[in-house]
Nanobody, 122 residues
């Protein structure tokens, strides 16, 4: 089992920045690829970004490419999502997830956090 806890969400104006963190405990964190997903009200959960087990490869949704950066610190069992130039359409609950591969498919991830709310005002 891997337990994941997200933090860092909040309310920010358009154009602002937030940094989300996801702290992991349980099984060896460095064995897992980590993903970030989000879900806005009335919409399906969508892929945001993912990073390989050692941080050597990252993959982004087109909607966030160039604005968001995913990183990880395996010594601290934590993955981050730096979000810059935020837009109102980025408003959602953001979830981190642990899985075996860097893929944009939620079903490929085995463990999920409880989510953290990000709200971007116009």
């Amino acid at each position: 089992q891997v337990q994941l806890v997200e933090s860092g969400g909040g309310l920010v104006q358009a154009g602002g920045s937030l940094r989300l963190s996801c702290a992991a405990s349980g099984r060896t964190f460095s064995n897992y690829a980590m993903g970030w997903f989000r879900q806005a009200p009335g919409k399906e959960r969508e892929f945001v970004a993912a990073i390989s087990y050692n941080g050597g490869y990252a993959y982004y949704a087109d909607s966030v490419k160039g604005r968001f950066t995913v990183s990880r610190d395996n010594a601290k069992n934590t993955v981050f999502l730096q979000m810059n130039s935020l837009k109102p359409e980025d408003t959602a609950v953001y979830y981190c997830a642990a899985g075996g591969r860097v893929v944009p498919i939620s079903g490929s991830y085995d463990y999920w956090g409880q989510g953290t709310q990000v709200t971007v005002s116009p």
